[in-house]
């Protein structure tokens, strides 16, 4: 338990101080932003997709440690794969931070399974989430996007998650 935490704290620490794909595209064929009242992150999407793959996306915007790094983590997750395996991956993630999801049974979380832990902070869910929740509004021509009320995303479900 003890390497697990310190692996989560080291790649949230790397993450957060050197985050990959930050920035903005454009121009960009999808973008949605996305806020989280309750600590105040607000991140912004832009991806560009080729016929039906992610060819290139990014976020910026001012958020704390765990929602920087998820959504770092999330655009290398993401780049170069269908928007179908994009939006399975959110499902997954989503199920995974709430702890809906199995890590045993088949999935495509991969190294994405160091945030596994954030479901034992339930005040951090929603800043790991919000990224996740923000590309999906993006592949689906939604603007914008909270985590609050009915578009939170732990009480209003995205798919099946």
């Known amino acids: 338990m003890a390497d697990y935490?310190?692996?989560?704290?080291?790649?949230?620490?790397?993450?957060?101080?050197?985050?990959?794909?930050?920035?903005?595209?454009?121009?960009?064929?999808?973008?949605?932003d996305g806020h989280n009242p309750l600590c105040g992150d607000h991140i912004s999407v832009t991806l560009n997709l080729a016929g039906d793959s992610v060819d290139a996306i990014a976020f910026q915007g001012e958020s704390c440690a765990i929602c920087k790094a998820s959504a770092s983590m999330m655009t290398v997750a993401v780049k170069g794969k269908t928007r179908a395996d994009a939006e399975t991956l959110t499902q997954e993630f989503l199920a995974m931070a709430t702890g809906k999801l199995d890590l045993d049974s088949p999935?495509?979380?991969?190294?994405?399974?160091?945030?596994?832990?954030v479901r034992d902070l339930p005040t951090r869910?929603?800043?790991?989430?919000?990224?996740?929740?923000?590309?999906?509004a993006a592949l689906n021509s939604v603007a914008s996007t909270s985590t609050e009320a009915e578009d939170d995303p732990m009480h209003a479900a995205i798919g099946n998650a």
């Not at 790649?11 to 595209?25: E, S, T, W």
């Not at 999935?107 to 832990?117: C, D, E, K, P, S």
């Not at 869910?125 to 999906?136: E, F, G, R, Y």
């Open 5 to 32: 935490k310190a692996l989560y704290q080291e790649v949230i620490l790397d993450h957060n101080k050197k985050p990959r794909n930050f920035g903005i595209i454009s121009p960009a064929s999808h973008h949605a």
């Open 107 to 117: 999935n495509q979380i991969g190294r994405l399974a160091v945030f596994a832990g």
């Open 125 to 136: 869910v929603k800043c790991a989430i919000l990224p996740w929740h923000t590309l999906h």
